[in-house]
């Protein structure tokens, strides 16, 4: 384990459902992310979140919907996915600042939407 | 905009052979500079940092990388790769203070035994 993690690890729904994706750390940290890795693409970061405010939010589709209720815990409700947003989904944190460590990654929920 | 360029998409090469990873940034500013790997079915885990100083800098697994700041590049070595490094490598940067990292698209590795 990380000091991130992610679940589910496997998620595959219809176009018309309802999911949510969690993601918890404990290591401290006062930012979090969402990304998504697609195949033969860069990492897109979708949202940031830092002290729990939105940092940033990077033009992604009202489909998805991230919330974070406190530190620890960043949430990415989807509801109506296209099959085209099928692919790896991965949370991190980090401690940002002039001296910044880097990231700590999740494990990722791989989403397929059929 | 910012981006990340990571020129080889694929490397294959035979064990104990020298690896060198391109990865080219355009940003002006201060950036703080990382190389993550993924290993087949694992999450992202950081090979290593340059925020200062030594523009030399070395991670783990004997893995090291050289930021040159007038070619704004950040290529990643290995004198002698293991079939055990059969990974995709990712180059990232971050604008210093900033939460905003730039991600390259990635280099898969393959090592043959």
């Known amino acids: 384990e990380t000091g991130v993690t992610q679940t589910p690890r496997h998620l595959v729904m219809g176009m018309t459902n309802k999911k949510s994706l969690k993601c918890e750390q404990h290591l401290g940290h006062n930012a979090m992310y969402w990304y998504k890795q697609s195949a033969k693409k860069p990492l897109e970061l979708m949202f940031v979140y830092s002290l729990e405010e939105r940092v940033e939010n990077n033009s992604v589709p009202s489909r998805f919907s991230p919330e974070c209720p406190n530190s620890s815990h960043l949430f990415l409700h989807l509801h109506t996915l296209q099959p085209e947003d099928s692919a790896l989904y991965l949370c991190?944190?980090?401690?940002?600042?002039?001296?910044?460590?880097?990231?700590?990654f999740g494990s990722g929920t791989r989403l397929t939407v059929v | 905009a910012q981006s990340v360029s990571q020129h080889n998409h694929h490397v294959i090469l035979s064990e104990a052979a020298s690896l060198e990873l391109g990865c080219n940034y355009s940003y002006g500013g201060t950036v703080n500079l990382f190389w993550y790997v993924q290993y087949p079915g694992q999450h992202l885990q950081l090979l290593l940092k340059y925020f200062s100083g030594d523009p030399l800098v070395k991670g783990i697994k004997g893995f090291e990388a050289e930021f040159i700041k007038s070619k704004f590049s950040f290529n990643l070595r290995k004198p002698s790769v293991q079939w055990s490094d059969t990974a995709e490598y990712f180059c990232?940067?971050?604008?210093?203070?900033?939460?905003?990292?730039?991600f390259g698209t990635g280099t898969r590795l393959k090592v043959l035994a």
């Open positions: 991190a944190s980090s401690q940002p600042g002039q001296t910044n460590y880097g990231y700590t």
């Open positions: 990232a940067v971050n604008e210093a203070g900033t939460y905003k990292y730039i």
